[in-house]
């Protein structure tokens, strides 16, 4: 299983528009809105993204697979447009495969994209071209990517992992021994006790000062310690956090995520 880190800034991505800092010329201090992409049988096999970001495209031209650039399942965590608004930009997906591609989150997500979206699922002009998806609600149960064109991702096990952002559920994904959980306030007990014997849990952690709907740096550090994940990466970081002195500042097993960010993993395929 390959996994790459196709953005791990904030929701105004870094740095901000107007705030360039002399340390943004580093090309981890860079950061696109947050997404991953997740491929359980290499590079340029059937992929699974996390988000469609507003940044997907210049994600995908960057970080996808020159070859074999396809898409086969999306996971939405929540309704924010940062993690959202990208959704038009698998269009080119589509006219490359020729197939639907599901997406998958909680019904509240899926009937907000149903409704934001309403152009996609009726439309009202002829040409332009429409993204072609299916919306599949999915509760706080494991369930398998059955939707997806490629029947090897049919035995992929995908676990939601519910979250506090602020006054909403955000959900995080569990997939084999990879935990993604972005955009929280807090872990609820039920979460954590789905979070134990991870190989690499890839954490939201926004900046240094506490903050409403996310949490801060040193709340990140204590769960990742709650967790005990062999290794924890860190990502939804604000233009605050400068790549080098946070990484250097961290526990063991603790380190920032940046842009293009690539790790192996053992496939989580389902053996039945």
Do not use: W
């Not at 490629?150 to 602020?166: R, S, W």
């Not at 909403?168 to 306030?185: E, F, M, N, P, V």
């Not at 409403?212 to 956090?241: G, L, R, S």
Request: aromatic fraction near 8%; charged fraction near 25%; include cysteine.
């Amino acid at each position: 299983m390959v996994i790459t880190i196709l953005g791990c800034g904030t929701s105004i991505g870094v740095p901000m528009i107007g705030r360039e800092m002399p340390h943004h010329k580093d090309p981890k201090n860079r950061r696109l809105r947050a997404s991953i992409l997740i491929e359980p049988f290499g590079r340029g096999e059937g992929s699974i993204l996390i988000d469609t970001s507003p940044d997907l495209r210049q994600q995908a031209l960057t970080y996808f697979h020159k070859k074999k650039t396809r898409l086969d399942a999306v996971l939405i965590t929540h309704e924010h447009a940062d993690h959202l608004h990208g959704i038009d930009d698998i269009r080119p997906f589509n006219f490359l495969q020729r197939y639907q591609i599901p997406f998958y989150g909680e019904k509240r997500v899926m009937d907000t994209i149903h409704s934001r979206f309403h152009y996609i699922f009726y439309p009202t002009q002829i040409g332009g071209g429409l993204p072609q998806l299916s919306l599949n609600p999915v509760g706080k149960r494991t369930f398998r990517l059955k939707e997806a064109h490629d029947p090897k991702l049919h035995k992929v096990e995908v676990t939601p992992l519910p979250c506090e952002h602020g006054k909403i559920t955000c959900y995080g994904y569990r997939i084999g021994s990879l935990a993604y959980i972005t955009d929280i306030s807090r872990i609820p007990e039920e979460t954590m006790r789905r979070l134990k014997d991870l190989d690499v849990l890839i954490l939201d952690c926004l900046r240094p000062k506490p903050h409403p709907t996310h949490i801060n740096v040193e709340q990140a550090i204590d769960y990742a310690q709650q967790i005990k994940a062999k290794k924890i990466i860190f990502t939804h970081m604000n233009q605050e956090i400068e790549y080098d002195s946070f990484r250097k500042s961290l526990p063991p097993r603790m380190v920032p995520a940046f842009d293009g960010m690539r790790f192996n993993l053992p496939c989580p395929v389902a053996q039945d």
